[in-house]
Structures are given as structure tokens and as C-alpha cells.
């Protein structure tokens, strides 16, 4: 089974400033099954990228995702004040079909 | 508009059963996996199965923690998934929500609370 490891587990920014958040992975994500999500207190999760680097549906171009292999990144360019909440990546595996998610990173303001 | 609601959570004991509901609209639900994730109070998310559409078997997965206590069921001529939930521990005690998709559950409903307590 796959483990995803965030970091860091607690980064504090301030609005206007960029957003690296890291996942890394114990082994290869196949075919860069990997999202990343949004969950602010007492919402459910929101789907913000997918196949590593596609924005999902109605996402703001300043999230951004990027990695392959074991090493992956979510990047918020420009924190608007609706970015403060906590952000989980996640992986699909195949064999056997299953979906696991890191620990969690909250961005919070400075 | 895609919409999922939850429902049938509450306090239950330990060893009892309950099941939870997750009624669909907005889309063709037939069409689609269905997936169930669960988060405990104050911590991250938990995978805990989904079911494939019908035209990919309607066969459902699970994760390791709740295989051969939780089933994952769907009536497509209703819009409904179920999660049936047997022999319930105390680490259970979730929010529990369904997401349409199975690799990456795009649309959530906003969950049901499930609580595990003598």
C-alpha cells in the first residue's frame, strides 16, 4: 500500500503571498494517478487537480500541480483570503484498486 | 446540477449496525462509480470503498479497515448508493460522505455524522 506524506503540516502565509505544498509518495504513483483536494471547517472536500496536473472544473488558474514518480506539488500562486483552509493529496492505485490520502496540509494566515 | 445528501447517520453501540444513504440527482447515476470516504473528528480524510457502475460490473472495493463489516450497495433506478455497516467499533465515529467517481470523487454531499458509543 502506498503512503502519502505531506509537507509541510502547517504553513503560514499571508494573502497575496505563493503556495508550495509537497506530497511525496512511498512508491511510484502509476500514471500519475494523484489529486489534490480543499476542505475548509465543516465543508466536504472539494477536487482541485487530478492526473497530477489538471485543473478540475471551475478551479481558479492559480492553483497549479505538478510532479511524476514519488515527488508531487500543489502550487497557489497568489493566496486569496477563500485559500486558507487544508489541502490532501491522494492516489489511485490499481492493484488493488484502492484510493489513500496524505496526512493533510493547512495553509493558514500569518 | 449534481447534488448528493447523505443520510442515515446517528449514535449507535458498539457491535450494532446502521446504514447510510446517498441520493443522487443532477446526473445520469447509473453512469457512474460511487465512492465513500469517512473522516474522524480533528483528523484527515479515510478511504472507505466504492462501487463501479453496472456496465463495469457494479463490483465494489474496500478499504482494509472496514472489509468484511461495511457493503457498499446501489439502486440506479432510485439514484441511491447505500453503505451498510456492520459490527460498528467505537473507531468508526465518523463523518461520513459519498463522492461520485472513483478515482478522483469530484462532486461530495456534505456528509452524515456516525457516532460509535456505548
Known amino acids: 500500500e502506498i503512503v502519502l506524506t505531506q509537507s509541510p503540516g502547517t504553513l503560514s502565509l499571508s494573502p497575496g503571498e505563493r503556495a508550495t505544498l509537497s506530497c511525496r509518495a512511498s512508491?511510484?504513483?502509476?500514471?500519475?494517478?494523484l489529486g489534490w483536494y480543499q476542505q475548509k471547517p465543516g465543508q466536504a472536500p472539494r477536487l482541485l487537480i487530478y492526473?497530477?496536473?489538471s485543473r478540475a472544473t471551475g478551479i481558479p488558474d492559480r492553483f497549479s500541480g505538478s510532479g511524476s514518480g514519488t515527488d508531487f506539488t500543489l502550487t497557489i500562486s497568489r493566496l486569496e483570503p477563500e485559500d486558507f483552509a487544508v489541502y490532501y493529496c491522494?492516489?489511485?492505485?490499481?492493484?488493488?484498486?484502492?484510493?489513500?490520502f496524505g496526512g493533510g496540509t493547512k495553509v493558514e494566515i500569518k | 446540477e449534481v447534488q448528493l445528501v447523505e443520510s442515515g447517520g446517528g449514535l449507535v453501540q458498539p457491535g450494532r449496525s446502521l446504514r447510510l444513504s446517498c441520493t443522487a440527482s443532477?446526473?445520469?447515476?447509473?453512469?457512474?462509480?460511487m465512492s465513500w470516504v469517512r473522516q474522524a473528528p480533528g483528523k484527515g480524510l479515510e478511504w472507505v470503498g466504492f462501487?463501479?457502475?453496472?456496465?463495469?460490473?457494479?463490483?465494489?472495493e474496500y478499504a482494509a479497515s472496514v472489509k468484511g463489516r461495511f457493503t457498499i450497495s446501489r439502486d440506479d433506478s432510485k439514484g441511491i448508493a447505500y453503505l451498510q455497516m456492520n459490527s460498528l467499533k467505537t473507531e468508526d465515529t465518523a463523518v461520513y460522505y459519498c463522492?461520485?467517481?472513483?478515482?478522483?470523487?469530484?462532486?461530495w454531499g456534505q456528509g452524515t455524522l456516525v457516532t460509535v458509543s456505548s
Open positions: 463522492g461520485r467517481d472513483g478515482t478522483w470523487p469530484q462532486f
Open positions: 443532477g446526473f445520469t447515476f447509473g453512469d457512474y462509480f
Open positions: 462501487i463501479r457502475s453496472n456496465s463495469y460490473g457494479g463490483t465494489t
Open positions: 512508491q511510484s504513483v502509476s500514471n500519475n494517478y
Open positions: 492526473g497530477a496536473s
Open positions: 491522494q492516489q489511485f492505485g490499481r492493484s488493488p484498486p484502492s484510493l489513500t
